[in-house]
């Protein structure tokens, strides 16, 4: 599969300023841009002989998908943004932002890119806009997008920006598999007995808690039990007053799932002012397992494990390897054994 005339050849490829790039790789193989992508992605969602293909178009042109190349629009600079789309305070409260990034930050040092986190007020589309435009960044990685929030994207940008949660599928997404562990950590608790189960959920716009307040409504559903929803936005304040408010209503219920670390902290923490024994009197069950700095030593709390490193590590190398291709991934829970179990609810 030669490159075609010498000049070109010498060069390494037909690419502007000698350098190939993914389009030429495409071409060589008789494939699309977004074809090569997933074959740099290592995406499963290729046949074996087309990837094979691609691969062998790369070596033979000499493409290396290195930090310039992986500038994605030739000039653009060698920072990924990890946009958290979220309240002040969150950043400190939830330490799933500080996993992604560590995470995307380590993978980006091996290719020779950098990361930067920067917080966006919910609904501020010109901040979003302005990072866009940023001729320094070479791509965006949103955590938790609202549904308007990828309207604010020219589509030139959004070929460079991967969202963590699914919202939109013109823009490529990594996620935990959402229903899966949302049913796996309410099977558990039914397992143990606990059938009046809250659910504490941030806001309705974010994707994963709209998937997983969905498996909770159908689980809920499918063992006759009513709906028990607690909605806060994603800190612990607000949380923690919304969950009193519906102690005082309704009582306390027999366990708590609670979407995400910063909700299951402010969930043990009005427990304990309510006298209640975490793992006895109430199971409590997490998501994601970050570490839990502000639980007490002892605290009988389960999670379901998300492998937020390597959703962080997944979007990063979609952004690198030049046009994220729209694909749409979900991962499967880390661990869906929980570390640290709730008793079973006792007869009568």
């Keep these: 599969m030669a490159a075609g005339g010498g000049s070109a050849s010498s060069a390494g490829g037909p690419g502007r300023g000698g350098r190939p790039t993914v389009e030429d790789v495409a071409a060589a193989a008789?494939?699309?841009?977004?074809t090569v992508s997933r074959v740099l992605n290592g995406s499963p969602r290729v046949l074996p002989a087309t990837r094979e293909r691609v691969l062998e178009a790369a070596a033979e042109l000499g493409f290396v998908p290195s930090a310039a190349a992986r500038a994605l629009a030739g000039g653009r600079g060698d920072r990924v943004a990890v946009?958290?789309?979220?309240?002040?305070?969150?950043?400190?409260?939830d330490r799933f932002f500080g996993t992604v990034t560590a995470?995307?930050?380590?993978?980006?040092?091996?290719?020779?890119?950098?990361?930067?986190l920067r917080r966006v007020a919910p609904g501020d589309f010109g901040a979003l806009r302005a990072l866009a435009a940023d001729r320094e960044i070479a791509g965006l990685i949103v955590i938790n997008p609202g549904r308007g929030a990828l309207g604010a994207l020219p589509a030139a940008v959004a070929r460079r920006t991967v969202t963590l949660g699914a919202c939109a599928?013109?823009?490529?997404?990594v996620d935990v598999d959402n229903p899966r562990a949302t049913r796996a950590a309410l099977a558990h608790l039914t397992a143990l007995?606990?059938?009046?189960?809250?659910?504490?959920?941030?806001?309705?716009?974010?994707?994963?808690?709209?998937?997983?307040?969905?498996?909770?409504?159908?689980?809920?559903?499918?063992?006759?039990?009513?709906?028990?929803?607690?909605?806060?936005?994603?800190?612990?304040?607000?949380?923690?007053?919304?969950?009193?408010?519906?102690?005082?209503?309704?009582?306390p219920p027999e366990a708590i799932f609670a979407a995400g670390d910063g909700l299951a902290d402010a969930v043990i923490?009005?427990?304990?002012?309510?006298?209640?024994?975490v793992g006895d009197d109430v199971t409590v069950v997490g998501?994601?397992?970050?570490?839990?700095?502000?639980?007490?030593?002892?605290?009988a709390y389960a999670a379901v494990r998300s492998p937020v490193p390597?959703?962080?590590?997944?979007?990063?190398?979609?952004?690198?390897?030049?046009?994220?291709?729209?694909?749409?991934?979900?991962l499967p829970p880390a661990r869906i054994g929980l570390r640290a179990v709730g008793a079973a609810k006792r007869p009568g």
Excluded: K
Excluded at 287 to 299: I, L, V
């Design 30 to 34: 008789g494939v699309s841009r977004a």
């Design 83 to 93: 946009v958290a789309i979220s309240h002040p305070g969150c950043l400190e409260e």
């Design 103 to 116: 995470a995307a930050a380590q993978a980006a040092g091996e290719i020779g890119l950098g990361v930067f």
């Design 169 to 173: 599928p013109e823009v490529a997404a």
């Design 193 to 251: 007995g606990r059938r009046r189960v809250t659910l504490v959920v941030g806001p309705g716009d974010l994707p994963c808690v709209r998937e997983r307040t969905e498996a909770y409504h159908a689980h809920q559903a499918a063992i006759g039990q009513p709906d028990r929803l607690v909605r806060a936005r994603l800190g612990m304040p607000d949380a923690a007053r919304a969950l009193e408010t519906s102690f005082d209503l309704d009582g």
């Design 269 to 277: 923490e009005v427990c304990r002012r309510r006298g209640l024994r």
């Design 287 to 299: 998501f994601d397992d970050e570490p839990p700095p502000r639980r007490p030593a002892g605290t």
């Design 310 to 330: 390597a959703i962080a590590t997944a979007a990063l190398r979609m952004i690198a390897s030049g046009d994220t291709g729209a694909e749409q991934r979900r």
